[in-house]
């Protein structure tokens, strides 16, 4: 079974930075995807980043370009997301999720599991 387990959202201050933890587990075979997704109140779920397991390709929304940065730490299986410079346009619950293909996609339907969310908060 596929778990997905994300944690290190908080409460930052416009400018701050926070690091996600999305801890995947229960792949056993074949390559996988892993992106990072937000949704904040009255908005649409939102694709913010992807890396591909096995060759660490990686993609991410206009938006966060320059400013987030993910990775993935294969041998504890997790994937991180470094967000600095946060903007209160970055507060919203994030969550991380997978799918079963080796490309980049942003797009939330293509993910078949999804773990939990996290709340980022980012004051202004």
């Known amino acids: 079974e596929v778990q997905l387990q994300a944690s290190g959202g908080g409460l930052v201050q416009a400018g701050g930075s926070l690091r996600l933890s999305c801890a995947a587990s229960?792949?056993?075979?074949?390559?996988?995807?892993i992106g990072w997704f937000r949704q904040a109140p009255g908005k649409e779920r939102e694709g913010v980043s992807c890396?591909?397991?096995?060759?660490?390709?990686?993609d991410y929304a206009d938006s966060v370009k320059g400013r987030f940065t993910i990775s993935s730490d294969n041998t504890k299986n997790t994937v991180y997301l470094q967000m600095n410079s946060l903007e209160a346009e970055d507060t919203a619950v994030y969550y991380c999720?997978?799918?079963?293909?080796?490309?980049?996609?942003?797009?939330?339907?293509?993910?078949?599991?999804w773990g939990q969310g996290t709340q980022v908060t980012v004051s202004s």
């Open positions: 999720a997978a799918a079963r293909t080796s490309v980049v996609t942003l797009w939330a339907l293509g993910y078949a599991y």
């Open positions: 229960g792949f056993t075979f074949g390559d996988y995807t």
């Open positions: 890396i591909v397991r096995s060759d660490g390709s990686t």
